[in-house]
């Protein structure tokens, strides 16, 4: 699955528990190792979503 199909799904979700977007970046930045540019390039190019 795509990241940038889940990610969405996520962002909505922790805003519905009002908890912020950047909230959920430093999660999935401590997850998969990447700084939030990284982060935005692995959206941009539409990268698996792999653990």
Known sequence: MKISMIYPLLSAKVEKKN??????????????GYDRKGLQEQLDKEACYLF
């Open 19 to 32: 908890r912020t977007k950047q909230g959920l970046d430093e999660i999935i930045c401590w997850l998969i």
